[in-house]
């Protein structure tokens, strides 16, 4: 797949990264050098943005069951109440709450960070390609559908979105992608649990389900938006071990015990030997005495 119309930069450390994502000039409100973008990372260069709605059935190709969304909606709204800590939720909220316990939803995920963005685009064991770091910038996006330049939380979404004839999730789910319904806007979930905060977690919420969110940016002239960064597969390794250094790993971003096991699983791996760890092998006969400081 091309991505032609974005522009693209080759990044081979962290701090070459930093560098090209941290602004020139001093925010005149804050007097510092703020990035109000958004970033996501992904394990193989050649996909699209897409939502685990569009991927839902494959990727091959995407968007053959969207038209499901209402009642996947339903059906979770429907048997995860006994699990919900807060029963009265919103309707948006509950859209939140199930694509953060991996519901497929048209909810896209992005991080604030850079770094955890970067983390998520190194962790994979089987990817051997190129890895990508997109940059939003949602700003542009808001100017350009007439909404308000802030991200907005769910308690807005109803009045947001009023003009646009949608004052639901279930307005949304039959709403037409084009024309005056047409949108796409950031969404800061609440703070869900620790996973959300440590991840600096958002979303970007769209109109139109039958496109990814590359694809919908092309389409409203929006490409100057998006950008991306290319982490050649020879320095994959470099880069997680930086990200490692700089204390950007799974233990952090999933403070809970999956997260522990998972970094430590990973950390005591070379490349070669967790990925045959991971398949299943035999990782070697020579075994890892040293024990990780701290």
Known sequence: MSFDHFQETEIRTIGQFLDQVTPTEVDPNSGRRRDYSVYRGDSDATRPLLTSLDKLGGISPPHTKAHLEEHILRNFI??????????????????????????PTRLLDWTYSPLVAANFA???????????????????????????????????????????????????????????????CMLEPPALDSRLVAQSATFTLCSDKTKSF??????????????????????????????????IDERR???????????MKRYYSSSARFEAWDSGIEPGSHPIDEKKPG
């Open 122 to 184: 190194t962790l994979g064991s089987h990817a051997t390609g190129n890895r990508v770091l997109w940059k939003l910038n949602w700003k542009k996006l808001h100017v350009h559908f007439k909404l308000r330049p802030i991200a907005f939380l769910v308690q807005d979404l109803d009045r947001v979105l009023e003009e646009k004839g949608i004052s639901s999730p279930w307005d949304l789910f039959t709403a037409p992608a084009g024309g005056e319904s047409a949108f796409a």
């Open 214 to 247: 590359d694809q919908i940016l092309i389409e409203h002239g929006l490409q100057s938006a998006l950008r991306r960064f290319v982490i050649p597969a020879d320095r994959v390794d470099l880069i997680r071990d930086q990200l490692d250094l700089c204390a």
């Open 253 to 263: 971003l999933f403070p809970d015990l999956d997260g522990v096991a998972a970094e």
């Open 78 to 103: 429907r048997y995860s109440r006994p699990y919900l800590h807060q029963t009265h939720a919103i309707d948006w909220e509950l859209l939140v709450i199930a694509q953060h316990h991996g519901l």
